[in-house]
């Protein structure tokens, strides 16, 4: 590892060879989020009820949303809710540092309210779209995992609206089963329609230095090291992750926050920010906004904008900056998914249709080298992400299961012994988020192989690893082999409790069955 320099001046002597053009805040779309109050949220609930009281009983149930981060079939049956009034900031509390977000809002509008108060989540997924309440109930992660864990270890309350159509409120201390077991439910639970969070302050700025490693082992064990001493070379790191485009070419990006102003890059411009990474050997220098750090990932929705051509220079000096951001691609994926044209391109050029490989996996640090090598030696993907995760302690743990999570049933399966049994992550260890959002072609694994071949390939080695991975895309498990994984027995029993009609599909069908 190189030696620090000081960084703000190797900063202001380097950055003109990231960026042509420097700015203090971009804001091309920040806005002004107001809350909107409780008047107006206990409005939005009695508009939910009404919708679901005209649903026929018996019959399913689904939210009537238009827009999804998820990158697996769903079914439009059953009857959509009304959650269109459910979208907003309803409270902030700037001395106790806390909210009180509707499930439906996005992140983006959430940071936007929460920046200014000097405020922001204790963890904000890269997308400006994902919801607070899609986070909590599905699986969110970023650079602040490292040290606050995931979306639903810092929420301190939530109103679930069951397939009882009942609001269930659960925190630690209240209806335990459902606060516990309500992350990674995927909505088979019901939906969270308010949620109240703790926050954290912030400054005005994010310092980075982006580290080259050129082997796997000596990624690791930087990771390993830096997630213990939340420090690098003596200097300390608020925020943790990083990209590996080859087994010897891997980066760390290490975030330091900072209240010295100074100019900052603005990848909205001529450079993607993941190539900004990239240098011989040592250490580079950036400085961004706090609001576009926390979105350096979504203006290029990570690297995948590059399959739109909004990479090439001369497309992206025509390209709307405002509309280089997640969404916008989400509605490219839509006209493609709906006319297949990234298959007919295929076909006209005499290749093969490709299979789509957008997945999350989790390993423990010890077997991040051993899946690398694996992925890298089995698909020419490139590069990878990735970000590392330890759990917090459980707010309240001291109070204890609830009655399903203590039953003979859910201990003899193993799940109640996680905090959060539907994605039994081990306490006290560190995990690696692995995300990989590409393609390979359909005959990668054979001519005769599988639908989704590669994918299930995946899901083996995973297995092998004694890993996880994210339910938001194409999963191939069998019944048997998912409920090793996602909790045992548990989500039959929650949704005993909470969803007795099966108003809403089981975890299992919505997941691997797309219902």
Known sequence: MSGLVDPDSTFLKTIGKLSNSLSIGRGVDQKEVIPKGWNAHWEAITKLKRSFDAIPAGERVRLAKKTSNLFRGRSDAGHGLDV?????????????????????????????????????????????????????????????SFRNGLPHESVLEMDIFTGTGEIVTCSPTENVDLYRGFPNSYGSLGYAVRLKIEL??????????????????????????????????????????GVVFSPTEAYLVLGTQTSQPGPTSDYTRDLSYYRSLQHP????????????????????????????????????????????????YWKIIGWDRKYSIADRLEERKGRPARERVVQD?????????EFLKWFFESSDIEPLWLCPIKLREVPGSSVGAGEILSSAEAIDSGAAEHPWPLYPLKKDVLWVNIGFWSSVPVDLMGSDAPEGAFNREIERVMAELGGHKSLYSEAFYTREDFEKLYGGTIPALLKKQWDPHSRFPGLYEKTVKGA
């Open 84 to 144: 269109a009034a459910l979208g907003g900031v309803i409270a902030i509390d700037p001395v106790n540092a806390t909210a009180d977000v509707q499930g439906m809002c996005t992140y983006e509008d959430l940071v936007d309210a929460t920046l200014s108060y000097g405020l922001m989540p204790l963890v904000v997924p890269q997308l400006k779209t994902i919801t607070l309440g899609g986070a909590v109930t599905g699986m969110g992660v970023e650079s602040t």
């Open 200 to 241: 954290e302050p912030v400054q005005d700025y994010v310092q980075l230095r982006h580290v080259r490693f050129n082997d796997l082992e000596s990624l690791t064990k930087a990771i390993e090291e830096v997630a213990s001493s939340l420090e690098f070379d003596n200097q300390p790191v608020d925020y943790l992750d």
């Open 281 to 328: 050997e040592g250490i580079t220098y950036d400085r961004l906004t706090i609001r576009d750090y926390i979105w350096r990932w979504d203006t290029d929705w990570f690297w995948c904008s590059r399959a739109f051509g909004t990479q090439n220079p001369v497309v992206r000096k025509l390209w709307p900056r405002d509309l280089l951001r997640s969404s916008f």
């Open 361 to 369: 996996v989790e390993v423990t640090i010890d077997k991040l080298p």
